[in-house]
């Protein structure tokens, strides 16, 4: 390295060297030169100028000269058409490099800088060094900008990037634009100041194998803001920002290089504030190790098999489809002879209203369509289409008219998603929203809800933001249910391994426990293990790989070994009017209703009641919980046959404040309806007025809801239910696929246990109701097998991203 020519030294870094009223100080010092006019249109004058400022006037945190030529020259042999640069502060690297960008070829320099007056003197310089033909300046965090940038298309791939700002983002924006594929193999990274204690998690990412980097998302390795930043560049600049989780792209490595340079002011040499230089050699995925490639194979022929599937099956459906379209015309149905009866019929208690549904293209959405269409409504439904995938919604003859909805996201926040269902409400004279949309807009339906409610006369079946996030999140439905004095787990939120390891030696002997990810982990979701483990160092271990922090923290909840049931319920001002409990099953794609009597039904349907009034008159809404029951209440249950005994002690662990797939269970039940309509206060529907008064007199199990007669709704003599695409791929396609590989692996199914599966399939197909076949509205169920599940397994199959587990009856995909 050559001397530093101390003639050039910036003044010396004061205690407070920024935001300090500097920068726009710089800008008048510049404009107030007696040259000013020489100095436009020449970045190089520009420069010269701002570093005269930062020699007699003030520091300035530039980049500087020295460690500039590093980047230029980088730039000079790269030769980017894109450049892009995290932290612009005052333009000082911004005109450098967007200058030499400019003069090897390049056509964009993007200098993201948060601050917006930083932006405003960065934006004049840059006009004033006549370079705003190549540079754009964009305000605002980088990872949000970034996320813009990538989707309104102006941003497609980043030859260069130059990372100069806040210390904890350089890692995290990384993994956002591996994960956007802007940065891909050829990409070249300048970062500067790395070295401990400078920014050493972004030196251990790059430096890792593609195997630690999968590791650490398996394990759900540390997300957001790193703990080693916690007392330093994280208060630097006055805030803590919220960084991307983005997973990056493990399959990526780099080739990194640390290059010593001088700080402006002249400071010899200080290894923790060297800058580094790395290059995205590969991708291993797609072209170099053997073991990923066929990793990138096997997820190939995963989506390539499936939709081969639905190819073969395609002929077999479509002649289901035809004979249940000939039988509409041949014979008419119960929903649609209920609908035409209800309809053609004057009676002052009948007024058709229009109700919106959304989540249709779910099987709870659909099977709630179908009753507001069979009790003689008019229906308008909408839901969410993932990357284009037509919505099965779309095609059901219960749905006057469908919306494609915007999903909430962390780019574009909730306000577009609640935008468009007030302007479906306002378009459409929506009087009432029935919520059925799944756990990607849960939160945000609160906020519609109250949105919707203030502005319209809509009302909604749905609960308020503040009760959706209390009872949506683990920690905090705990934490209220233990407040409204109901039973409920052990469970803690844990920050640290040290807390973990506190409790659980705290508990030795008494308890076991698990720890839950709080973050939506689809990886970590699985994991039981049973803590504590066998010994200490174990448990510790097992702890230390999930790198529990602030800002990855988990829960640790009491572990009870028994059955796991899971409920749904409407509940209108605060009572209940329809409860169903079922058995949990594998993904919940089976549904078997319990026997209303059973107690551990009627214990579940107590605890939701309790649960229910407690909130109070303006509790409305889908509830639905999940409950464990030890094995040995279960097991004295069934010793007594049964029969109600002392009652049975619930453990819930989660609850939904949304529906739940097991409202399909009531698709028998018109009576419904009319229990959502009591939402809108006005009169009851004639017909299932009539029904209900019926079953008030059949049904022993009527409850008082506050003050006034009224049945508790059961599905009436509930079907099971399956969905027959997931059967016949989980029963009959993979241990198929076990068993033949068998042969060769000398690993897999047995003969005896492959028909075994097969028998249970074919049971379904003979004596369950599958979850969305209706015969008639059979085209929703063609659809979702034979338009919407072969779209994304397209999309998949194109775009290399990977799944791990899918649900057919939500069409929700677990991404990996
Ligand atoms: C060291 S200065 C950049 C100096 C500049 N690269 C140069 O050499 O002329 C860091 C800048 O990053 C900005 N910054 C900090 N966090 C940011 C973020 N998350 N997104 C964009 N800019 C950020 C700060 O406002 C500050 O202006």
């Not at 400022?53 to 460690?67: A, I, P």
């Not at 659980?504 to 483990?533: E, H, V, W, Y």
């Amino acid at each position: 390295m050559t001397k530093f020519d101390q003639a050039k030294a910036y003044v010396e870094e004061p205690e407070i060297f920024f935001d300090d009223g500097r920068e726009t100080e710089l800008l008048q010092y510049i404009y107030n030169r007696s040259d000013i006019d020489a100095i436009r249109g020449s970045p190089r004058k520009v420069l010269a100028a701002i570093d005269e400022y930062g020699r007699t006037k003030n520091y300035l945190m530039n980049v500087g000269e020295d460690k500039g030529k590093i980047v230029t020259d980088l730039i000079e042999e790269v030769k980017p058409e894109t450049m892009v640069e995290c932290g612009g502060y005052v333009g000082y690297s911004c005109i450098l490099f967007g200058d030499a960008v400019k003069r090897s070829g390049g056509q964009r320099y993007y200098s993201l800088e948060r601050h917006p007056v930083f932006g405003a003197v960065i934006m004049s310089l840059v006009d004033l060094a006549g370079l705003s033909d190549v540079v754009k300046v964009i305000i605002g965090t980088s990872d949000a900008s970034i996320k813009r940038l990538h989707s309104s298309g102006d941003l497609k791939h980043i030859d260069l990037m130059f990372l100069d700002h806040y210390k904890p983002a350089y890692t995290t924006d990384l993994k956002l634009c591996e994960e956007l594929r802007l940065i891909t193999p050829g990409s070249v990274l300048a970062a500067d100041n790395v070295i401990k204690p400078g920014n050493p998690p972004y030196l251990e990412y790059v430096r890792s194998s593609v195997e630690q980097k999968r590791t650490a998302i398996q394990t759900n390795g540390p997300r957001g803001v790193d703990p080693r930043f916690k007392d330093r560049t994280s208060k630097q600049y006055k805030v803590e920002l919220d960084l991307s989780s983005s997973k990056g792209n493990p399959d990526l490595v780099y080739d990194s290089k640390l290059v010593h340079s001088f700080e402006p002011t002249g400071v010899p040499v200080r290894p923790q504030k060297a800058c580094t230089r790395q290059k995205c050699l590969k991708t291993t995925s797609r072209f170099n190790m053997p073991a990923d490639r066929q990793g990138w194979l096997a997820y190939s022929l995963k989506n390539a098999s499936l939709i081969a599937l639905s190819l073969i099956t395609l002929p077999q459906d479509t002649f289901f489809l035809a004979l249940s379209l000939i039988a509409n015309v041949l014979i008419r149905d119960e929903a649609t002879k209920r609908r035409r009866l209800i309809r053609g019929t004057s009676t002052p208690y009948f007024e058709p209203k229009t109700i919106l549904v959304t989540g249709v293209g779910m099987s709870k959405g659909l099977s709630l369509a179908r009753q507001f269409y069979a009790a003689g409504h008019n229906v308008i439904g909408a839901d969410f289409e993932p990357c284009g995938a037509l919505n099965p919604g779309r095609v059901s003859k219960s749905i006057r008219k469908f919306y494609s909805l915007t999903a909430p996201s962390a780019e574009h926040g909730s306000n577009r998603y609640i935008q468009s269902l007030l302007d479906i409400i306002t378009h459409e004279n929506v009087h009432l929203w029935v919520s059925c949309s799944g756990v990607a807009s849960a939160v945000e339906d609160g906020a519609a809800k109250e949105t919707i409610e203030r502005l319209t006369t809509c009302r909604a079946v749905q609960f308020d933001i503040s009760t959706t996030q209390t009872l949506h999140e683990k920690h905090s439905f705990i934490e209220h249910t233990a407040s409204l004095g109901l039973n409920v787990p052990e469970t803690h939120t844990v920050t640290s391994q040290d807390t973990a390891l506190d409790i659980l030696q705290g508990a030795q002997g008494t308890k076991q426990f698990i720890l839950k990810s709080l973050t939506l982990d689809d990886a970590a979701r699985g994991n039981m293990t049973l803590l504590p483990r066998p010994s200490w160092s174990e448990t510790e271990e097992h702890l230390l790989a999930l790198r529990i922090s602030a800002q990855t923290p988990w829960i640790l909840q009491q572990y009870i070994r028994g059955p796991e049931y899971c409920t749904h319920a409407l509940v209108v001002r605060g009572s209940v009017r329809a409860f169903v409990a079922c058995p949990s099953s594998d993904l919940l794609m089976h549904y078997e209703a319990l026997p209303r009597e059973s107690p551990l039904a009627q214990g579940m349907l107590e605890f939701t009641r309790t649960f229910a009034e407690r909130q109070g008159e303006a509790f409305t809404g889908h509830l639905s919980f999940d409950f464990l029951v030890r094995e040995e209440d279960v097991r004295e249950m069934e010793g007594r046959g049964g029969a109600a005994g002392s009652g049975v002690e619930l453990w819930p662990i989660e609850c939904n404040p949304r529906a739940h797939t097991a409202v399909v269970l009531f698709r028998e039940n018109p009576n419904m309806i009319a229990e959502y309509l009591d939402v809108l206060d006005g009169p009851k529907d004639a017909f299932t007025r009539l029904q209900q008064e019926k079953a008030i007199k059949a049904n022993g199990s009527s409850f008082t809801n506050g003050g006034m007669e009224n049945p508790i709704i059961w599905p009436e003599e509930p079907q099971k239910y399956y969905w027959s695409g997931h059967d016949l791929v989980a029963s009959v396609l993979l241990p198929l696929v076990s068993f033949l590989t068998s042969f060769a692996t000398g690993k897999g199914v047995s003969l005896s246990a492959l028909l075994s599966d097969c028998s249970v399939c074919l049971q379904h197909l003979l004596f369950w109701k599958d979850g969305t076949f209706e015969v008639w509205d059979p085209w929703p169920w063609w659809w979702l097998y034979h338009v919407y599940w072969p779209l994304r397994f397209a999309y998949f199959l194109l775009t290399g991203r990977r799944w791990s587990r899918l649900n057919i009856s939500t069409g929700k995909v677990f991404e990996c």
